[in-house]
């Protein structure tokens, strides 16, 4: 994947410079220092900061008011640990460059050894610069530097807001989010404030220490830096406006998630356009709404005036897609500079699900990131068929049991146990973690995750037996604890793994057996050729349907037990041919869970509800693969994935499999359900293969993936199947419904790569026997 920076898009914040007066204020003001006992202070119009003996370091706003202190720096070090600051001492000098600055050089502990920590803060209109330097042994850990910070008396929560930008590939295919800094912002009534980061962990943040990782300087220093920025203006806008940049761009709606309940209303898509420059701009605004099948809801263009250092805000009206889910994008340009955003809108209306705790349809993950709310990310697991939690435990992450069990909504309990210990330690991990999961209430105990390594080996078995899954079940048969138990969720469908732990008696130990079922740009119906899987990042050893035959040729030998898919997912990282595109993985995940459904399978817990990765939720990581397995985008908006989800969870809630089907066409497939709603067939055509994103350089990792709207299936079959009424009703992946007519008892489909489901069908006698 390659970024275009070319001169079509706005700069980005890293290395930008601030542009002095264009906060709160149309021109820059001069900065006026002064000491007195022991206290120096920097201002500017708008603040003010005053260091003092100890380190201390306040911000204050235009009254005066103290907004934000510190008085501390912390670094970190693989030799002498964590090392934070005793005091400091502040001085007023000037910069080479002529500015105004406090130095605060910082008393360190002696456990600390050779390091020095000094501090450069620098004000300008509504805007605070801090640096600190930092310099020792090789021993430091940059990644871990923090610096200390209270905010007084904030009206709300503070929150972190990554600071995104979208850009084209330059390889061609889908554009991206990047993330291009990290806003800690604080909110006094209507005045805002945010500390400006170009990373900054989450995890590692909270009241008290913001996290500040340093970066190597050429001299061997290293130096963590920060921006503070007073503002009545978004995270976005502030962001752009106070690192200079041309044009920035936002877009969002006040409805949760972007979701509407029925088709026919009308969405307003908020776009606030942000001029980090210091000359009024004529800004030209386009745009565009496409639904799944390239349908245009709306488009339009405009120009308007963005006053130097502000923000414009338009609001388009887009109807609500009939057709399920749609894209938007809206651009602003002006001479030669671009900035664009884009979001998705959906509608999913109310259903009720029947099947209870029976359900197959689960999440892996605990719910996490908890945006707008927990209550309404809850309402919406409801909404699309989640009815269990993999992980649920009092003191753990996401929320506790009584949230679920408030809810109706099971929750099992996974937890990792370390097999480098001895059998001592063993045994008292496998009590107290046993003794949470039966806390918790969970029904199933999943005692550890993808502890198969190294992969398609075996030689992990009998250690996990021995340290791990052994003495947890000889606790619960101690202590006649109410709990089943799962091994660790495989990575993939291990066969020697499998065939050791069978070996090693580790089969009787277990009340159901559950693995990931990794897929790569195979569709999930996919066998792969012979038994010599490659296990390698993009090999054949991960696919859906082959690794369930080998599990269940193996249970065919030494008996049934309940499967469970702990973790399925279909990533969508942009532009790689590996990985689904967002049409594709519509399709491949109702797909997988037809499959599942068909199978037996008892539940399926998908990887993973949001775009994002832990410790850091909302950061745009276009690289890394563990970013892209959501349902929902980064900003919580649906992806198609979610109404596949939904589609599968709403269409075989109470479905019973009745088996595959067979047609005089070998291409021609299908699986048969028994549904409240009569018989239902899923009808696919593999004239096409199962290879996904064929079109592509084996040696790159880079494909350019075609927008959603794209139908990826060249070849149409028709296909005539036996009908049981006058009509069929067709279903597609995202739950777009159409009718195809009936004429002696027979419907005449269309069929090609894309499982699409069909009600009202007459084809138990295409049953494999």
Known sequence: MTSDRSELTRRGLLGATFAAGV????????????????????????????????????????????????????????????????????????????????????????????????????????????????????????????????????????????????????????????????????????????????????????????????????????????????????????????????????????????????????????????????????????????????????????????????????????????????????????????????????????????????????????????????????????????????????????LPPAEFDARGMAHNVELQPDLTVDAEAAATWAQVNTDIAVAAGAEYFEVGNELNRPFNTGLAAQKYIDLAIRPVRDYVTATGADVKLLNNGLAGMDEPWVENFIAGGGWDLIDGFAYHPGRGNFTPDHIPDGDDWDEGATGTYWNFLGGLRKLQALMAVHGEKEVWLTEAYACTRPNGWWNDTYRAAAENVFLTLALAKAEGIRNVCWYQFHDSVLGKPQVADPENVEYHFGLVNRDTSPKPSLLAYATAARELDQATPLGWLAFADPLAKGLLFDTPAGEAAVLWHRADGYLLNTDHDPAERNFAAPEVWEDHWPTKTGLSVKAAGSTLTRVDCIGQRGTVPVSGGRANVVLDGAPRLFLGTDLAANLVA
């Open 23 to 398: 906060l709160l204020a149309a021109e820059a003001s001069p900065v006026e220092a002064w000491a007195a006992e022991g206290d120096v202070t920097l201002s500017a119009s708008g603040l003010s900061i005053l260091a003092s003996v100890g380190g201390r370091l306040a911000i204050r706003d235009g009254n005066g008011t103290t907004r934000s202190a510190g008085s501390k720096f912390q670094i970190k070090d693989t030799a002498a640990g964590i090392q934070t600051s005793t005091g400091g001492t502040p001085v007023l000098m000037t910069l080479a460059d002529g500015t105004p600055a406090i130095r605060m050089d910082y008393t360190m502990p002696a456990a600390a050894g050779a390091v020095t920590v000094y501090g450069l803060f620098t004000v300008a209109t509504n805007r605070v610069h801090l640096e600190w330097h930092v310099t020792g042994p090789s021993t430091l850990v940059p990644e871990g530097f923090l610096f200390s910070r209270a905010v007084q008396a904030p009206t709300e929560a503070d929150a972190y807001v990554p600071v995104t930008e979208w850009v084209r590939d330059t390889g061609g295919g889908i554009p991206y989010e990047h993330t291009t800094g990290i806003a800690h912002a604080s909110t006094w009534g209507a005045l805002h404030g945010m500390f400006l980061l170009a990373d900054s962990r989450q995890a590692w943040t909270n009241a008290t220490w913001i996290h500040s990782p340093g970066v190597a300087q050429s001299d061997g220093s290293i130096v963590s830096t920060a921006d503070f920025f007073f503002s009545t203006e978004r995270p976005s806008a502030t962001a752009s406006i106070g690192t200079a940049q041309d044009l920035g761009i936002e877009i969002w709606t006040e409805q949760p998630f972007n979701l509407w309940a029925a088709a026919g209303a009308t969405a307003s898509l908020h776009v606030q356009v942000a001029n980090g420059s210091n000359a009024t701009r004529a800004v030209d605004l386009d745009w565009w709404v496409k639904d799944f099948n390239g349908t245009r809801l709306t488009f339009g263009n405009l120009t308007g005036s963005v006053p130097a250092g502000g923000t414009w805000d338009h609001v388009i009206s887009v109807p609500t897609p009939a057709a399920g889910i749609a894209t938007a994008e809206v651009i602003a340009s002006y001479g030669g500079q671009e900035a664009f955003a884009r979001t998705n809108i959906a509608v999913l209306g109310a259903h009720a699900y029947q099947s209870g705790s029976e359900s197959m349809f689960g999440m892996a993950n605990y719910p996490w990131l908890q945006v707008p709310s927990a209550d309404a990310l809850m309402d919406l697991w409801q909404l699309a068929g989640v009815n269990r939690v993999r992980i649920a435990y009092d003191g753990g992450p996401g």
